[in-house]
């Protein structure tokens, strides 16, 4: 498999360079031309069908109806941490001159300082959701926390501080902005101001705070990191698993955000050298492994369907399983579920994965952010992690003969 999931990997590379990392979004459509002429309807309920119609439709209207491609700081931090890997295994500069391109765009594509005071990014469009409405730009802490990892890896590769400090600065917009306590919680919110509680969401800024903390010996961070972890920790279920979060209709469980739960408290346990996450991350990896998958390797969407089909549960799956689980049964799970999706996702002719199979019905729509920047970065992950794997067998067999 190894030889063609790299050709794969640098065809899904290939075609984001085409496009120069610019492209459709399944939340864009409060983009569209249509409301520069009225803008206040992006709020409301006009605005809310209208983002979910364009997310929904299998036929891609984004260009009779004016919405054009861009770059997502997200989608790009995935990029880099992926161009990263590649160029770990390869040690083609070329890679690396990409990510730092990258790097130099997200620096200047920081949301406005000036507010915000601290390191932090938001998506490039207005986003109309049931719980709130985030206008573009807006930072929240999971674009923040993902290119926040992009910029420290970077850094630490190219030993330049314009790419460290802005990293390390966003700890600071978390704790400054996103900590708060509300309905008795103690939490990291998604985006400022809003009171909504996300395991995922928190528990990726309690990951971030403490990997931070860390490197700069914060102690008042670590405790922070560590109370809003264990609030996180009081809600899992007897059985291991997560709910999505606290209102009525976050009460799902779904295969990515399990993932980001468990990859975010690995982080944060190997940051802060602690084992009293140990015990909750093995339940939760019991229960991602047993419900999640079936035998077939097909990643579920929820714990108790798997439809809709989807890469961004099979990207979080390379990473929750090698980086949390590392165990050869684990790596076999993870080459199960790379094939599936190929065989059953991948469109050879584009190079690209569909966004998402349903049971009767496929949406092709090519979504850089969503689908694309977590394949690629996941498989270049999956082919350095092999790779690895090779070079340490070779170097146990030359020094036992």
Not at 1 to 7: A, G, W
Not at 276 to 290: P, Q, R, V
Request: glycine share 6%.
């Amino acid at each position: 498999m190894s030889r063609s999931l790299k050709k794969i990997t640098e065809k899904i590379l290939s075609s984001a360079q085409k496009n120069d990392f610019a492209g459709q979004d399944p939340f864009d459509g409060l983009n569209s031309r249509f409301f520069s002429w009225f803008p206040k309807l992006k709020k409301g309920l006009v605005g809310l069908v209208w983002t979910q119609v364009n997310k929904r439709s299998i036929i891609n209207l984004r260009s009779s109806l004016g919405i054009p491609m861009g770059r997502n700081p997200k989608g790009i931090g995935l990029f880099i941490l992926g161009l990263l890997e590649d160029y770990q295994r390869t040690k083609d500069t070329g890679y690396l001159n990409e990510a730092v391109s990258l790097a130099d765009w997200l620096l200047a594509e920081q949301s406005d300082k000036s507010q915000w005071k601290h390191a932090c990014w938001g998506y490039h469009f207005d986003w109309n959701a049931r719980a709130f409405f985030v206008p573009k730009g807006k930072p929240n802490i999971i674009t923040t926390i993902y290119v926040a990892q992009a910029l420290y890896a970077l850094s630490q590769v190219t030993r330049n501080e314009k790419y460290r400090e802005p990293a390390l600065d966003a700890a600071h917009f978390i704790v400054n902005t996103l900590h708060c306590q509300h309905d008795g919680r103690e939490f990291f919110a998604y985006i400022p101001g809003e009171t909504a509680f996300v395991h995922n969401a928190s528990l990726w800024g309690a990951a971030w705070v403490g990997f931070v903390a860390n490197i700069t010996d914060n102690e008042k961070y670590k405790e922070i990191a560590l109370t809003v972890a264990h609030q996180s920790i009081k809600e899992q279920g007897s059985d291991g698993s997560w709910v999505y979060g606290s209102r009525h209709h976050h009460q799902f469980i779904d295969g990515f955000h399990t993932g980001y739960n468990l990859e975010a408290l690995d982080v944060l346990r190997k940051a802060l050298q602690t084992k009293e996450f140990d015990s909750a991350i093995d339940k939760g990896l019991a229960f991602y492994k047993l419900h999640l998958f079936d035998d077939d390797g097909t990643a579920k969407y929820y714990s108790n369907n798997k439809y809709p089909l989807d890469m961004h549960c099979v990207s979080q799956a390379i990473f929750t399983l090698l980086r949390v689980g590392g165990t050869s049964e684990c790596l076999l799970l993870v080459d199960k579920i790379i094939n599936k999706s190929i065989t059953s996702m991948y469109l050879p002719a584009s190079g690209n994965f569909v966004y998402q199979k349903q049971k009767h019905f496929t949406n092709k729509i090519n979504y850089i952010r969503w689908t694309q920047s977590w394949v690629y970065y996941s498989f270049a992950y999956y082919n350095n992690f092999t790779a690895k794997q090779v070079k340490l067998a070779e170097f146990e067999r030359s020094k036992a003969n």
